[in-house]
């Protein structure tokens, strides 16, 4: 196993587009990278129904706030000169909550189907991914290193966790498949993509990008195993709990990457 330390560089010329270009803005993909983002996707699920329901903000209330918080977050992140752990996760996180906030709304207040959100947010993100494409020619997270590359990377992401949150609760709760067995379902899934990746030469930045959107419904899944009601399938710790003990263990994890220096603790795949 080998140890990559993050060393600074100086941003680099700016682009044709008179956009300033820098090193990358994003982490390695690493096994710290899919932990933290998974831990991120839970927080992304609980955290918005500790908001909603328990402090009894509301859900256009939580709405608002998080999305003040996440354009302050992208300010933030976009005007450092490279990936700055806390900086990014931070965003993550709240890019998070704000997607599973969107899909709530959707639901809830405006009555749209689960089947219509995911159909729906499943057209917006390939869509972003192919106009993203047709401007940068590449959708490789090794070359998040511009302003425009970061705008769109950041919303294919808030288009990934809103269609994972619609998938998740889709099939967990409208197809009853249980929260557990969905747990299960997209954690399998996710493993047939690391196979296809690892044995099958599937294309690097494929494979991440469908692991990517897996991961969220696994997260969703998951948070609803833990913090709903047994009477509702799950382990009833609560939103409260489950929000605090993982957004405890994402800020563990980040704290301790910065202090170590290094961004990635074994080398991950070419992307």
Known sequence: MTTTTLTPQPAGPSDAGGLRRAVNRVPE?????????????????TFADFLNDKIGIGLTGTTVIMAVLLAGALVVQFRARGYVPW??????????????????????????SLIACTIGFGVAMLATFAVWYSREHTL??????????????????????????????????????????????????????????????????????????????????LGDLLSQSRA????????????????GAIAAVVVLMTRAGRTELEPGPAT
């Open 29 to 45: 993909i690493t096994i710290w990278f899919w932990v933290i983002k998974v831990l991120a996707t839970t927080v992304g699920e």
């Open 140 to 221: 490789s997270i090794h070359h998040i290193d511009s302003t425009a590359r970061e705008a769109w990377y950041w919303v294919a992401i808030l288009f990934t966790f809103a269609l994972g949150t619609a998938a998740g609760d889709l099939i967990a709760e409208q197809f009853n498949i249980g929260y557990l067995n969905s747990v299960l379902l997209f954690g399998a899934a996710i493993g047939m993509v690391a196979v296809a990746w690892k044995y099958l030469n599937v294309n690097a930045v494929a494979a991440f990008w469908v692991a990517y959107v897996l991961t969220r419904p696994l997260g969703a899944s």
């Open 232 to 247: 509702d399938g799950g382990l009833g710790l609560g939103s409260t709990t489950t929000s605090y003990v993982f957004l």
């Open 87 to 112: 900086k990014y996760w931070l965003v993550v996180v709240l890019i998070s909550v704000v997607g599973t906030l969107i899909t709530d709304n959707l639901v809830d207040n405006m009555g749209v």
